[in-house]
């Protein structure tokens, strides 16, 4: 069966910090993973995805994800939080022939001056 | 103006009242969603649709049903609210050019409350 897991609700960081948001998942094929910000009031915004090829990926905003197939992950990081970072983070996952994602619970994250 | 729009952007209705959500798109994907995020739940999906003709339920269709107008128009109606529909829904998008997943672009969503 299709899932992902987020295991952390909530996660505070300071202003200037690192970040790493984790995301495990359970995929019967393939899969294609992403993440999604969901800022206060606002609909979702695709981050970055990853489909196949380097395992790193970089996306908009200076965040990048790493697949790691062996540990069934796509954490999420950005070196250095900045304020407006804070929102909800979605994790994501889909594949070949999949007919829609299946999303995480999500993560809330607040910075802190 | 956004790619994808949802109407109304909040409502506030009572038990056993019908509500309609609607969605339209322009950015000429064929697929359309619609889910519902409940704090602590991520999202879930109702309904989606490749086509006009093709309409499909998700994981939590029960209490809702759909009608797809036209490519770019996508419906979720509630026949009979209950409490417990309170939520907030979200149309999305994708191009199912080549029946993968791809990327889902989504509205800013409707707060629906149910009394």
């Known amino acids: 069966a299709q899932s992902v897991t987020q295991p952390d609700i909530h996660i505070t960081v300071s202003e200037g910090a690192s970040l790493e948001l984790r995301c495990n998942y359970s995929?019967?094929?393939?899969?294609?993973l992403f993440w999604y910000v969901q800022s206060p009031g606002q609909g979702l915004q695709l981050l970055l995805k990853y489909f196949s090829g380097d395992t790193l990926v970089q996306g908009i905003k200076g965040f990048e994800a790493e697949f790691k197939r062996s540990q069934s992950s796509f954490n999420l990081r950005k070196p250095s939080v900045h304020w407006s970072d804070a929102a909800e983070y979605f994790c994501a996952v889909g594949g070949a022939g999949a007919n829609n994602l299946f999303f995480g619970t999500g993560t809330r994250l607040t910075v802190i001056p | 103006d956004a790619d994808v729009t949802q109407t109304p952007r909040n409502r506030i209705t009572k038990t056993g009242k019908r509500i309609m959500l609607e969605c339209s798109q322009t950015k000429g994907h064929d697929r359309m969603y619609w889910y519902r995020q409940d704090p602590g739940l991520g999202l879930q999906l109702i309904y989606y649709s490749f086509d006009v003709k093709d309409i499909n339920k998700g994981e939590i269709s029960d209490g809702y049903s759909v009608s797809r107008q036209a490519q770019a128009k996508f419906s979720l109606s509630l026949e009979s609210a209950i409490p417990n529909q309170t939520a907030l829904y979200f149309c999305?998008?994708?191009?199912?050019?080549?029946?993968?997943?791809?990327?889902?672009?989504f509205g800013e969503g409707s707060r629906l409350t149910v009394l």
């Open positions: 995929y019967g094929a393939t899969p294609y």
């Open positions: 999305a998008t994708s191009d199912g050019l080549y029946a993968d997943t791809g990327e889902l672009f």
